[in-house]
């Protein structure tokens, strides 16, 4: 017996040595970093709570280019402005693809834009560009939406009163109404309890990311399937929010095709008919529903953030007072179309213009409401901005009452919340473990599903609607190219395709600007003396009640420095989204084989000395020249850049002006009485979020 004891440990103690000396002999052919252990790799070098700062401590010992280790997996990190600007412009199309991780393989199923590759990524991506830009994205129509929602918003302060409150609530509702009104091509009320849900859920989603959960799940997703932790929660809410979404096509599938689509989902139901005969096409109702999800969380978080870190820091400084996993034909397929759709609802044109502004009066209405009393403005944020994605996506908003929509929220929130745990890691690198154990992990994939349900009963409703004359929404634009795309067999046109996008449309464009606008509340209240500044310009160059569009930020130079300045200091992205080689390459100098994964550290672009006079203090002269000019600077990299740069950063431009402008020039945002100060440190999730806090928002 003891024989066989003393063999088991040679062979054990065997196996590990040949397993460092294959690692050793790997990292030889890398860049440097530090050394990886059999098993685990190099997760014991990370702290996941300031991953951001881990990594820019070892880029000071290893260089802008280093190497670490996700158990046997390598993955490159790019640090500072030069590597980071370098690897995903000059070498673009080389690291354009996504890797597939048990993770990523978990949450889209090779649907949607943000998670896919190759065919499915370019012919989504293209189709979501091109049917946001005919719903208004860029026009004066989805200005007037933003506009509506900053109208609602600031009514929704006013009615505080100046009272303390938590403006987390009403700028996620405002900012999430934006992308409902894309999405869904309706908004929700403030009491909407689904609302309310899809919200939380998305909020939820966005504190966990990048959590160790996430981290074992992608290292045992055979096991963390069977365990509990945050990865099991983000999968609830990544289910949720799909669920809403599910519930919004089959909404639109009921109600038939209009002559003319309203929303992003009468835009891809249309696509998905139109390309049943391509045998290559992605368009089907998954990839909607993904979609869906991604334009909502991507959407809605960004901007959300930035706005409650805007109104913090204007408390401070008074003066001064936002496709995704895939790779290869599918995700230039889909992202392709993303974007061609995306301009066909009129991304960047007045008619999306009109739709945040709409979002922004009923956000400035609900402030109002408040009449200065403390509130979180975090939901009705989240509220407006999604519905600005439901009407691109689902061709209507939804009321602040909506049960379903307020759990689609929630969903996404929740998903953002636990981006990159200890349960997604794991999940990676053991999936068929993962899969059994409970955890966070597990929770993502319900949220997760929970959006997908959702945009699949929209696209749903679209189905039984039929197909419009004129695709209203992107739902309405993906359904006709499927059927487009039905004798082609190459196209990635589906509706699990369909189902995907929604869901990526929906978590991309509700999480990010939401938590972008928190961000821009919080930072109004932490730099009073910046925030009067802004007030002063507004006060100068705009009449009291006139309408704020885009084109006012030429006249508003300081104000559009601060919304400039917010982004860079209180950066909701920290580390980018993984991408992988598709080919051969030189980084940096250094050999990449095909396949690595390559990891940007975003934030080091923004807080990069060589670029940035004072990186670590909010400085709006960063954006301003000798004479008050607003000059952009090339390390300004928020919304990433090269081939997967941002989908809807000109909505999420459009939104965090409209949204940002009009709430100064209504409120001033203090703190309540008997508060000192204001935190202004970020949480670690899927974004560096605020923490939670209530604000006065004061009518003027």
Not at 151 to 160: A, G, I, K
Not at 313 to 325: S, T
Request: net charge negative.
């Amino acid at each position: 017996m003891l024989v066989i004891s003393e063999f088991l440990v040679a062979l054990l103690i065997s196996l590990f040595v040949v397993q460092f000396l294959k690692l050793k002999w790997a990292c030889s052919r890398l860049p440097p970093g530090p050394t990886p252990l059999p098993l685990i790799g190099t997760i014991w070098q990370m702290d996941f709570k300031r991953q951001h700062e881990i990594l820019m401590k070892l880029a000071q010992i290893y260089g802008n280019i280093f190497t670490l280790w996700i158990g046997h997996i390598p993955v490159i990190i790019l640090n500072g402005f030069t590597a980071v600007k370098g690897g995903l412009t000059v070498h673009s199309e080389d690291i354009s693809g996504r890797p597939a991780t048990p993770f990523f393989q978990k949450m889209a199923g090779g649907k949607g834009i943000i998670f896919t590759s190759g065919h499915t990524w370019k012919q989504q991506r293209r189709f979501g560009l091109m049917t946001l830009r005919n719903l208004g994205l860029g026009k004066k129509g989805l200005e007037h939406r933003i506009q509506e929602e900053a109208r609602q918003l600031l009514e929704y302060f006013m009615n505080e009163r100046g009272d303390p409150l938590d403006p987390s609530f009403p700028i996620v509702n405002s900012v999430s109404n934006v992308i409902a009104a894309v999405v869904f091509g309706h908004r929700f009320s403030i009491e909407d309890k689904d609302f309310h849900q899809l919200i939380e859920n998305n909020d939820y989603m966005v504190k966990q990311g990048s959590s160790i959960s996430e981290l074992l799940y992608d290292v045992f997703p055979w096991l963390m399937d069977h365990l509990p932790g945050t990865h099991q929660k983000v999968f609830y809410c990544h289910e949720f929010l799909r669920s809403f979404a599910r519930k919004e096509v089959r909404s639109h599938q009921e109600r038939g095709s209009p002559d003319e689509p309203q929303d992003f989902i009468d835009f891809y139901l249309a696509q998905i008919d139109k390309s049943k005969a391509d045998p290559y096409s992605t368009f089907d109702e998954d990839n909607l529903v993904q979609t869906i999800f991604e334009l909502f969380l991507a959407g809605t978080e960004t901007t959300t953030t930035t706005m409650r870190w805007a109104v913090l820091n204007m408390v401070a400084y008074p003066d001064i007072q936002g496709i995704i996993f895939t790779s290869g034909h599918t995700w230039k397929q889909q992202r392709r179309f993303g974007l061609m759709t995306l301009r066909n609802l009129g991304l960047g044109k007045k008619g999306l213009e009109h739709r945040i502004q709409e979002e922004a009066r009923q956000l400035l209405e609900y402030f109002m409401n408040e009449r200065g009393d403390p509130l979180d403005p975090s939901f009705p944020i989240v509220h407006s901005v999604s519905n600005v994605i439901a009407a691109v996506v689902f061709g209507h908003r939804f009321s602040i009452e909506d049960k379903d929509f307020h759990q689609l929220i929630e969903n996404n929130n929740y998903l953002t919340k636990q981006g990159s745990s200890i349960s997604e890691l794991l999940y990676d690198i053991f999936s068929w473990l993962m899969d059994h154990l409970p955890g966070t992990h597990q929770k993502i994939f319900h949220c997760h599903e929970f959006l997908r349900s959702f945009a699949r009963k929209e696209v749903r409703s679209h189905q039984e609607r039929g197909s419009p004359d004129e695709p209203q929404d992107f739902i309405d634009f993906y359904l006709a190219q499927i059927d487009k795309s039905k004798a082609d067999p190459h196209s990635t046109f589906d509706e699990d395709n369909l189902v995907q996008t929604i869901f990526e449309l929906f978590f991309a464009g509700t999480e990010t600007t939401a938590t972008t606008m928190r961000w821009a509340v919080l930072n109004m209240v932490a730099y009073p003396d910046i925030q009067e500044r802004v007030q002063k310009e507004l006060d100068a160059v705009l009449g009291p009640s006139q309408l704020i569009c885009y084109e006012d930020r030429k006249n508003l130079p300081y104000s559009y420095a601060v919304i400039h300045e917010i982004q860079r200091h209180s950066s909701i992205i920290a580390v980018g989204i993984p991408r992988e080689c598709v080919k051969d390459t030189v980084l940096q100098g250094f050999p990449v084989e095909k396949g690595t994964i390559i990891l940007p550290n975003l934030i080091s672009a923004l807080l990069d000395p060589e670029h940035w006079e004072t990186p670590r203090q909010f400085n709006p002269n960063h954006f301003l020249d000798q004479d008050g000019n607003f000059v952009n600077k090339e390390a300004f990299l928020a919304f990433s850049a090269g081939h997967r740069v941002c989908l809807g950063e000109q909505l999420a431009r459009t939104e965090l002006f409209i949204f940002f402008t009009n709430l100064l020039r209504a409120f001033t945002f203090r703190l309540p009485e008997g508060v000192k100060e204001i935190n202004t440190e970020s949480m670690l999730g899927g974004f560096l979020q605020p923490h939670p806090y209530k604000i006065c928002a004061v009518p003027r």
